[in-house]
Nanobody, 125 residues
Framework: QVQLVESGGGLVQPGGSLTLSCVGS????????ISWVRQAPGKGLEWVSG????????TYADSVKGRFTISRDFAGNTAYLQMNNLMPDDTAVYYC??????????????????RGQGTQVTVSA
C-alpha cells in the first residue's frame, strides 16, 4: 500500500523559508518520480515541482521557479521541497505525490492519484 507522509509546514512571514519533507513507503521509492502539488483555499490543485527517479531532472511551475528547490534522499526514501522567499500566494496545503513512472511526464495534478495527507503552509505577516 502506497503511503506518503508530509511534514514541515507551518506559519511563516512573507520572505521567509520552510522545508517540507515527504517520506514514502509501500513502493520502491527510488524508482518513481516524486512531485509536489498544492491546493490554496478555494482553488483547485496546482502542480508545483517534480523530480525524476534518479534525481537528475527537476522541474518547476513558473510561479515558484527560482524560489523553490526539490530534492530527494534515496537512503531515507525522502523527498524535500525547500521554499525560499515565500509569498502570501504560496499559502496552501502541500501534498507529496507519487508519479506514474520514473520520469515526471505530467504536470496535471489530477494524474497524481497517490498523495499524502498534506501539510499546511501559511504565509502571513
Amino acid at each position: 500500500q502506497v503511503q506518503l507522509v508530509e511534514s514541515g509546514g507551518g506559519l511563516v512571514q512573507p520572505g521567509g523559508s520552510l522545508t517540507l519533507s515527504c517520506v514514502g513507503s509501500g513502493f520502491t521509492f527510488s524508482q518513481y518520480c516524486i512531485s509536489w502539488v498544492r491546493q490554496a483555499p478555494g482553488k483547485g490543485l496546482e502542480w508545483v515541482s517534480g523530480i525524476n527517479s534518479g534525481g537528475g531532472r527537476r522541474t518547476y511551475a513558473d510561479s515558484v521557479k527560482g524560489r523553490f528547490t526539490i530534492s530527494r534522499d534515496f537512503a531515507g526514501n525522502t523527498a524535500y521541497l525547500q521554499m525560499n522567499n515565500l509569498m502570501p500566494d504560496d499559502t496552501a496545503v502541500y501534498y507529496c505525490a507519487k508519479g506514474l513512472g520514473s520520469s515526471c511526464v505530467t504536470e496535471d495534478p489530477s494524474d497524481y492519484g497517490d498523495r499524502g495527507q498534506g501539510t499546511q503552509v501559511t504565509v502571513s505577516a
